[in-house]
Structures are given as C-alpha cells and as structure tokens.
C-alpha cells in the first residue's frame, strides 16, 4: 500500500512539474481561454508519451525477474 501511494504522490507532481514547465496556465474563469502551444505538448507528453516509457521500463524490469517452480516450492517451504 505504501508503494502505491508513493506512485501515485510522485506521478502526480511529475505531471505537475512537466505541465508548469510547459507553461501552463490555469483559469480562474469559465471564459474562453487558450493555452500555450508548449503547454499543450506538455500535457500530450503527461498522458500519452510518458506512460508509454514507463510501461515499456516496467516490462523491460520484469524480463530479468526470474521466478522458477524451484523457487516457488522453497517459498512454500518456509511458510510456517
């Protein structure tokens, strides 16, 4: 659990960090408003590039995680 909430805690201020550098600007209206180009990049690059990376990071990790039945039945032996 502690895992998962440290993802999303960092998750959430990378995006925040790339779409303020971005030049990003929020609206205190409901008038219309227009971003900057860069910081529609920014937001394309958040949502769509970047999880990209870390999923493909993630599958990379996951080939060199090796889980044999040898090990799973030691597993299972230390289990009180």
Do not use: D, H, W
């Amino acid at each position: 659990m502690f895992s998962e909430k440290s993802a999303t805690l960092i998750g959430i201020a990378l995006v925040g960090l790339i779409i303020g550098f971005g030049g990003y600007i929020e609206s205190s209206n409901s008038g219309n408003f227009s971003q900057q180009g860069s910081a529609i990049q920014a937001i394309y690059l958040c949502f769509s590039v970047l999880p990209s990376l870390l999923i493909l990071l993630s599958a990379l990790l996951m080939i060199r995680y090796s889980f044999s039945e040898q090990q799973l039945l030691k597993i299972k032996q230390l289990k009180p």
